[in-house]
């Protein structure tokens, strides 16, 4: 017998393996770009004549509807393309990719003959809503390499299921507890006892005179305004690597994790976080002025202490969260930016630690606490 005709069982026989991949083990792979990339390679091996490949998956995230994945056969890379459309994929949409994507009109016009050539195969659930799974070769597909790489993609259902619904829980979590918190909390068991003690530099935020707007506007107003507000302090925080852990009312709990136990970088983050904030506040107050509406002043306090960082809650009701004298002297603090009219203000253990020069107010007396404070400003521009 030819290898000619030997060759259609040999590859069937050789799909198998990656049949049984896709059956035992692919999902447990990491993320959808991983197993994107396996897969494709899987198939290459058993014989496919494969130049590239994409996979779409529906993740709830409060700016990205869909994340698409885009395989090379040819350097085995993997890059995210943001240019895509509900239920397939557009020539002209897939220029927006990121930065190991192929250089320059030649990485552009692999996209498009991507986009342009995939064979889509709906691996789960409609075009829709279930993940999008497509192929483009050199050359046209034989009916015999399409019906194997249909099989591959009926195979390929469960682990995109078990791979998509991780990317929902993280997406999910994160968009509620924040990055680092929710990769503890899916790392840790469900228990109040789980926890740590960290070192980080805190920054409580609080919006002045928000009972008055809360009384004065509709509610619709008060959630733009608010919006607003947390658009430009959480965007700073997280701009400077904070993460946001808490928005209480109008006021915001963030913390910038002391690392390699030197304090100095996480004290610099947070200072140059809050400057961020207050720029784009200035910028959000003109243009509120501009249309008639009140600015929305705030006030900030910085400190620098350890904390618990974990579960805490009823027994079947948790929250992750910090807690800890660090946080209460960081929120007794701002309460003094009214008395002492002054938008920013930081603790002397914060100071102390901080390359940044400040400007002391003085030692006062915090609500609750047993120890005055030495309280520093920032300079004004």
């Not at 509620?176 to 109040?192: E, K, M, N």
């Not at 947070?270 to 509406?293: F, N, P, S």
């Not at 002397?348 to 120890?371: C, D, K, M, N, Q």
Request: hydrophobic share 50%; proline share 6%; aromatic share 6%.
């Amino acid at each position: 017998m030819t290898s000619e005709l030997r060759q259609p069982h040999d590859r069937s026989k050789q799909l198998s393996s990656t049949l049984s991949w896709l059956v035992d083990a692919a999902g447990e792979t990491p993320g959808a770009d991983r197993l994107l990339a396996e897969l494709g390679a899987r198939l290459v091996a058993d014989g496919l004549p494969l130049a590239g490949g994409a996979l779409t998956l529906a993740v709830p995230h409060p700016l990205i509807a869909r994340r698409t994945w885009l395989w090379r056969a040819e350097s085995g890379e993997v890059i995210e393309a943001l240019g895509f459309v509900a239920g397939g994929f557009v020539a002209g949409g897939l220029e927006a990719v990121g930065a190991a994507s192929p250089p320059g009109d030649a990485g552009r016009r692999w996209l498009a003959g991507l986009a342009a050539g995939l064979v889509h195969e709906d691996a789960v659930g409609s075009r829709q809503d279930g993940p999008l799974l497509g192929w483009i070769g050199p050359r046209p597909f034989t009916p015999g390499e399409a019906n194997e790489l249909r099989q591959a993609a009926r195979f390929a259902a469960a682990p995109l299921a078990a791979v998509a619904a991780r990317a929902t829980m993280t997406a999910a979590l994160e968009a509620y507890l924040g990055r680092r918190s929710a990769a503890r909390v899916l790392a840790g068991p469900l228990r109040r006892d789980i926890g740590e003690t960290i070192q980080a530099a805190l920054l409580f935020a609080d919006l002045r005179g928000f009972t008055a707007l809360s009384e004065s506007n509709p509610p619709a107003a008060v959630i733009s305004a608010l919006d607003a507000w947390f658009d430009r302090i959480a965007g700073s925080v997280h701009a400077f690597g904070g993460e946001v852990l808490k928005f209480i009312g109008d006021g915001v709990l963030a913390i910038f994790p002391v690392v390699g136990g030197a304090p100095r970088g996480a004290c610099d983050a947070t200072l140059r976080a809050v400057a961020a904030a207050r720029a784009g506040m200035a910028h959000l107050d003109d243009a509120r002025r501009q249309q008639g509406l009140s600015p929305l002043p705030f006030g900030a306090a910085l400190h620098l202490g350890e904390m618990l960082w974990g579960n805490i809650g009823a027994a079947d009701r948790l929250d992750f969260t910090a807690i800890g004298p660090a946080v209460n002297l960081v929120s007794r603090l701002e309460g003094l930016c009214r008395p002492l009219d002054k938008a920013v203000l930081v603790s002397g253990t914060f100071a102390a630690e901080t390359g940044v020069s400040l400007i002391p107010l003085g030692t006062h007396a915090l609500r609750g606490i047993a120890s005055p404070c030495a309280v520093f400003t920032v300079p004004e521009n």
